[in-house]
């Protein structure tokens, strides 16, 4: 269930929070999960093409569906899938061998690429730690006020660390779990509720809200990013970011204490926590040189990224230099980027769905499709038509066990249908990318640190279910209601 | 000292060869061997263009030889100083950020990452070393046969094995060392004579010649295919093939006998070598199903390799094919795939040097400097001339750290030379090929398996390069003699 998209991979290799809590994968042959897609893929390789659509539009789009398909099933891990979808639109001559692997290119899918490789850099000096620290010493007088500080460190560590497992699974978890058990909270022996649980809860919702802020926080959000592109809808890195904070920041504000209400830990008051994060900073020493190159690293990279426009330096561009600073410093060695699995992991599968995305555009089939849903629903103003859209987009997560998977799947045709009906373009593509986020709130295993936090065992699958949906209400109040006033101020409708 | 381009990562994993043997990289600070390619680039950085070069090109220029002098010196490894490369095009304006990642999307280097994949098998299966004690079995009655046995192994594997460390290092390597210490030749106490240094110079002068019979044989090989395409030359898996085949068996009778006759080992007759590989095959017991898919899959690989150009399947997409084979009967995981870190390193440094190259020709560069070293070699009619060329490029190996470092930084000007004054393209693309994998012969330092079998020491240093020496020259006649026969019949010339 884990999502490898999302990091379970570069997880793996935290250390403390992915050996215990790894979700492993079926070892069976994989015919079964193989046969739905092939049988999905023959039957619409021979439906005929509409009209304005390309012939091998059709065989593009069976394989597109077949490998969606492959990618909720399972039957092999999702590169592997990706793997299949591309060798299938080469060796069928659906496409030429160029434009299979023309997504490899995609400059795109380098900045998270180089993003991945970068956050290494956080774990490995132990600077991610030292801010995680650092909060609980400033916050951590009452059990509230860790929750705040688990979540202040995601917030800070999300715009260069575009994986969200490897943010609460990997730098947060390990500390969360010290925590509570300094507190003799444990999963198995009735103890959980005495701070683990609630902590737990609290730092999953604040990566779901952190993970939708910046579009280098998530995987797929440069894949919505990118499919946007394709019809034509411009987001840029500052874009995304100034028409996030606001209703983000609300959140992260009103979540933990939505939880600390309906949630709350047995133990309330922790004044040693301070002590115990003080103990930990004494015992790690003054910031390390290889702490310093890659703070400063982290401001250039977040400096020059937001003035992107005026400098005219392309965000992947800034995301190279990132990386050349870590490797010159030696802060990263060659060795840490090429055993960075995640990081290619997500190039080979977003290199697939990108390659697929735009092409399946470029034949005629999203214009189709949107043309025709759009005609159904145009009946109704653009409000109301994408309010429906944004919110059917939002709760059909609950069948999904990836973000990356949902994205690929739905994010296209919906923004299409949204544009048609008159939507602004650059809300509807921005809305349906938070929702890409937001959306992970409800279950155990819709998005990759859901199934490491889930799987520590401090929550029950009622409470997680219950307080998911409770926390998606909030998040569509807070992000439709504030958010709308702050995108109305900003000018985008 | 060692190649990572020919494998070195990949031998890593390959465990009994690697880890004593792995040649460390220096851990003090690179600012030394970076700041030569930074001056030399800021000098290049402000020369004038000559007519005909655009501006940018001369930028480029700068940006490449500083990558080339990087990647000799080794500052840091081939490809971090590769990443620093890209990074520098995309950073200064050079190139725009699609034109920097444009060499990920490379179909020929993909070709090249996608046989690494698939070489993983046959040493996960134990396929590789079946086959080698396979040979053992059969040729091993003396110890000239023993090495004939070596070398026949290497040239099985050589079409879908790319790095030649892998196939010597990894493959041949441990079985020729459990020959030699099972005769009582070890390297430190004077029995290396015995039969482990006649068996380490015949491995490695086999995997010399058999690198340079298939396109994908060596990993620098599409480097040289893609820079000839480059300047309008087309060399398929096919043509590369047929051409070498003839040249390449008569090297591989030739070379072993001249070995032996140079540097006999003490023990000449082997009987009971014969029994020790039939004990190892009774061991391994019968073939296995993942042994069965591979040998399938290699199958299928060569025929349809030999058949793309009647089939209209592109070499690449039959790649795929054969990785997709894999990974659906099981015979190799994702997490194979994700952590064979050679391939990874491999995309990296092949798509910073043939995007640098593809652009140097598309800017002026590479055609002004054919046009100016043609007038002065077009005086001696291109026999002459091409021969002068090809031999300098061959013996100025001696110079070179790697096959990869050479090929790019010479192949293109030589080759653009050589049709300026007339050779037929595809016989020059050809034998600057050839030679791009033959002048390895010669020292212990110029190509990937180089300094494992070097390393593990067998071998004197001076015998090393005086046979070294003696083979060039043997390969050289044949090369030229036999091959330009050859090459003659099939109408290349």
């Known amino acids: 269930m884990a999502d490898p998209g999302n990091g379970s991979e570069g997880q793996a290799r935290t250390g403390e929070a992915g050996d215990s809590q790894r979700v492993t994968t079926a070892k069976q042959a994989p015919w079964l999960g193989l046969s739905i897609p ?129 943010r609460a699974g990997g730098v947060v978890f390990p500390i969360l779990r010290s925590i509570a058990e300094a507190y003799g909270s444990r999963p198995d022996d009735g103890t959980s509720k005495k701070m683990g649980a609630f902590l737990t809860v609290t730092a999953f919702q604040g990566t779901v809200v952190t993970s939708a802020m910046f579009l280098t926080a998530m995987a797929a959000n440069p894949l919505a990013a990118e499919l946007a592109s ?29 939880l600390y209400r309906l949630f709350p830990p047995e133990i309330r008051s922790t004044p040693e926590a301070r002590d115990l994060a003080w103990d930990h900073l004494r015992k790690m020493g ?25 400098l005219g330096i392309h965000t992947t561009a800034t995301a190279l230099l990132g990386l050349v600073v870590l490797l010159i410093t030696g802060v990263l060695s060659w060795d840490d980027v090429l055993r960075e699995t995640g990081a290619w992991d997500t190039l080979v599968w977003f290199s697939a769905l990108v390659m697929m995305a735009s092409f399946m555009t470029e034949l005629g089939l999203i214009p189709w499709f949107s043309e025709t849903m759009g005609g159904v629903f145009g009946g109704f103003g653009w409000v109301t038509a994408f309010l429906g859209l944004s919110l059917v987009y939002f709760y059909s997560h609950y069948f999904f066990a990836s973000n990356t998977a949902h994205v690929s799947a739905m994010y296209a045709p919906f923004l299409g249908v949204a544009l048609v009906v008159g939507t602004p373009p650059v809300l509807a593509a921005l809305v349906l990318g938070f929702f890409s986020n937001l959306f992970s709130s409800m279950t155990h295993y819709g998005t990759g640190p859901a199934p490491v936090l889930f799987g520590a065992g401090y929550v029950e699958v009622s409470d997680w279910w219950r307080l998911g949906f409770v926390v998606s209400l909030a998040n569509l109040v807070i992000w439709l209601g504030i958010g709308s006033l702050w995108w109305r101020l900003l000018g985008l409708f």
Not at 287 to 306: D, H, N, Q, Y
Request: with cysteine.
């Open 230 to 258: 394709a019809q034509g809808v411009e987001i840029t890195w500052v874009g995304w970011a100034v028409a996030a904070v606001v209703p983000g920041l609300v959140s992260l504000m009103v979540v933990p204490w939505i």
């Open 286 to 310: 003054p910031v390390k040189r290889s702490e310093w190159i890659m703070l400063a690293c982290f401001g250039l990279l977040l400096t020059l990224w937001i003035l992107a426009g005026p």
């Open 38 to 166: 092939v049988v999905l893929a023959g039957t619409l390789w021979f439906l005929p093409a509409p009209a304005g659509v390309d012939p091998a539009g059709m065989h593009l789009l069976a394989i597109f569906v077949a490998t969606i398909v492959g990618i909720i099933l399972k039957p092999l891990p999702m590169g592997a899938v990706a793997m299949v979808g591309i060798a299938a639109t080469a060796m069928t001559n659906t496409l030429t061998i160029s434009q299979s692997l023309s997504g490899f290119g995609n400059r795109v899918i380098w900045l998270i690429v180089l993003a991945f490789f970068i956050s290494r850099g956080f774990i490995k000096t132990g600077l991610g730690a030292r801010i995680a620290y650092l909060f609980m010493a400033l916050l951590g007088r009452k059990s509230l006020g860790l929750g705040y500080g688990l979540v202040a460190t995601d917030l800070v560590l999300a715009p260069a660390i575009p994986s969200n497992t490897a």
